[in-house]
């Protein structure tokens, strides 16, 4: 679970190195979130070296075909001093990578966080109907049910609510009617066919308990992002209640960054690994750091580029259909599980 992987990341000295990079990347990302207050120089100093430093790690795990708490630490200083001379490489020339860097940072950094909040969401979701099921008779089954309708009651209720106020948007603001408005309602509809496939695979003696867990999951991730999206769409930035929106969506974007760090050092990463081979956890986690640093400081470093319009509209594209496939996957996958349970 979360906790057992932030301990991880914490305490055991093979993931120091990812620790660092990762708290590098937040505090840069930090100091671009509230620029306005800072020296307009400060925060572009703090990106180039760590753009620098991800990649000589990420291109000599990928030849190496290992992950970088297996760095030998001559390795390691290796890799920094590279990283030094590619990171004044990026000060010098990166105002004419900016576009490439911003298109292909922000569409991997969306496309790896989005898979990794879905797949959590799942992952969490079955870990806590295993656990509530290793309860015994007869109040597993009761709380299972309770889990399965009343995490469906919840999370419908979430969207009922983001829907009234989605519409609410839309009156107000009309340049985001057509984006946001009925977002809240497509989504409604994918969990209520969710739901419903879930009470018809009870005619099949299989509780799906768990899709009340992730329902809920997905409908707080949802109103993340309508939020976010109303904030960056419809809203000024001017008033004091516009910087506790800024202060609350920067707060959940720091949670998405470790919460995807976490998932990618955890042992469910480890299963991805081995199914793709060429592919290690720590190339993943080094790209979503470097995806992340380089769509941001593109973005800060041109205003021509509509950065946060485009984060909302490639989220929402991403973040449906993942819905979609996570929750039929599931449903798919509990035969499977339930197997396993009557061993």
Not at 133 to 145: A, E, S, V
Not at 189 to 216: D, E, Q, R, S
Not at 291 to 303: E, I, M, N, Q, T
């Amino acid at each position: 679970m979360v906790i057992t992987e932030l301990k991880k990341l914490f305490l055991e000295k093979e993931y120091r190195l990812i620790l660092f990079l990762t708290t590098w990347l937040i505090i840069g990302y930090t100091l671009f979130q509230f620029i306005q207050y800072l020296p307009e120089w400060l925060p572009y100093v703090i990106f180039p070296p760590l753009l620098g430093f991800c990649l000589v790690f990420l291109i000599s795990s990928i030849i190496s075909r290992k992950d970088l708490r297996e760095f030998s630490l001559k390795r390691i200083i290796i890799c920094i001093i590279i990283g030094v001379a590619v990171a004044f490489l990026f000060t010098g020339i990166w105002r004419f990578v900016m576009f490439f860097l911003y298109r292909i940072g922000i569409i991997s950094y969306i496309i790896i966080v989005s898979i990794f909040y879905m797949y959590g969401c799942y992952k969490y979701a079955v870990k806590g109907d295993e656990t509530i099921h290793n309860l015994g008779k007869p109040i597993n089954t009761i709380l299972r049910w309770l889990v399965f309708i009343g995490g469906t009651i919840v999370s419908l209720i979430i969207m009922f609510i983001l829907m009234r106020i989605g519409i609410a948007w839309a009156i107000k603001s009309p340049e985001i009617k057509d984006r946001l408005a009925w977002v809240a309602v497509i989504i409604a509809i994918i969990m209520i066919g969710l739901a419903l496939i879930g009470i018809l695979t009870l005619f099949a003696k299989k509780l799906n308990a768990w899709l009340g867990i992730f329902l809920v999951l997905v409908s707080i991730f949802t109103a993340y992002l309508m939020i976010y999206a109303f904030y960056t769409l419809g809203s000024s930035g001017n008033t004091t209640y516009d910087l506790w929106i800024q202060i609350v969506l920067y707060l959940c974007e720091v949670f998405l960054i470790i919460y995807t760090t976490l998932t990618i050092i955890g042992e469910k990463t480890e299963v991805i690994s081995k199914k793709l081979k060429f592919i290690k956890p720590d190339v993943i986690l080094m790209w979503l750091i470097f995806s992340k640093a380089a769509y941001v400081l593109a973005a800060a470093a041109d205003p021509r580029i509509p950065a946060e319009e485009i984060n909302v509209v490639l989220s929402f594209l991403l973040f449906i259909p993942l819905l979609i496939i996570a929750g039929i996957y599931g449903i798919v996958k509990y035969k499977k599980i339930k197997q396993e349970r009557e061993k």
